[in-house]
């Protein structure tokens, strides 16, 4: 029974270059939340998605930023052309339907260089 | 708006003594959803507990107990007997949960780091 898998635990960057951050969910979740930690700082919200969807992305930086939650694999986090302000932990969690619980994962820590 | 408050950014103590992490927050919802999580040095975030707002009673875990009193929006913290181990940043978060869709988008307090000394 595996828990939320992010991966790569660590990842770093040239500015400039594209990072890929991927999460699969705990399984028979088919929400998927993603979260940035700036150093010394909480979790910020970025995205909702589910399956093929995204419900919300209110916390999303308006450029360079996406996400996906494809029907199949896990849900990809994609920074485009990195600076050094997109170094920071990104956190994935997933959740049930009807739960109100989100199970986090281990984050990667992104290094932008 | 929903926001969450921990005033405390880090506290200082030393092994045995007892120590109290605050949270206040905000929301207009009457159905939302707290939790604490500890995010040790290692980075992971580690969940300790989920309360919904009709539930007010008092819980214990072991030397972990949360008071949540919606009179004045807190849902504190407190940690008996405290431990070197119990050393880490410790979150808490409001999630404004709806009955269908499980949508529960969680906002973050600043954090707490707690340092316990020998």
């Known amino acids: 029974n595996a828990g939320v898998m992010q991966n790569p635990r660590h990842l770093v960057r040239r500015r400039g270059q594209e990072a890929r951050l991927r999460c699969s969910p705990m399984k028979g979740h088919s929400h998927v939340y993603w979260y940035r930690q700036l150093p010394e700082e909480g979790l910020k919200f970025m995205v909702y998605?589910?399956?093929?969807?995204?419900?919300?992305e209110s916390g999303m930086p308006k450029e360079r930023f996406s996400a996906e939650f494809p029907k199949e694999g896990p849900s990809i986090l994609r920074i485009q052309q990195v600076v050094r302000g997109d170094s920071a932990a990104y956190f994935c969690a997933s959740s049930l339907v009807t739960g109100p619980e989100a199970f986090f994962g281990q984050g990667t820590r992104l290094t932008v260089v | 708006a929903q926001k969450v408050t921990q005033a405390q950014t880090e506290i200082s103590v030393v092994e045995k003594e007892d120590v109290t992490l605050d949270c206040v927050y905000e929301?207009?919802?009457?159905?939302?959803?707290l939790f604490w999580y500890k995010q040790p040095p290692s980075g992971e975030l580690v969940f300790l507990i989920r309360r919904n707002s009709f539930d007010e009673q008092n819980e214990i875990s072991g030397r972990y107990s949360w008071n949540f009193q919606k009179s004045t929006s807190s849902f504190n913290f407190t940690i008996t007997a405290s431990q070197v181990v119990d050393s880490a940043v410790y979150f808490c978060?409001?999630?404004?949960?709806?009955?269908?869709?499980?949508?529960?988008?969680?906002?973050f307090g600043a954090g707490t780091r707690l340092a316990v000394h020998p």
């Open positions: 929301t207009r919802d009457t159905t939302y959803y």
């Open positions: 998605l589910q399956k093929e969807n995204i419900i919300d």
């Open positions: 978060a409001l999630s404004e949960g709806r009955v269908s869709g499980g949508y529960n988008k969680l906002i």
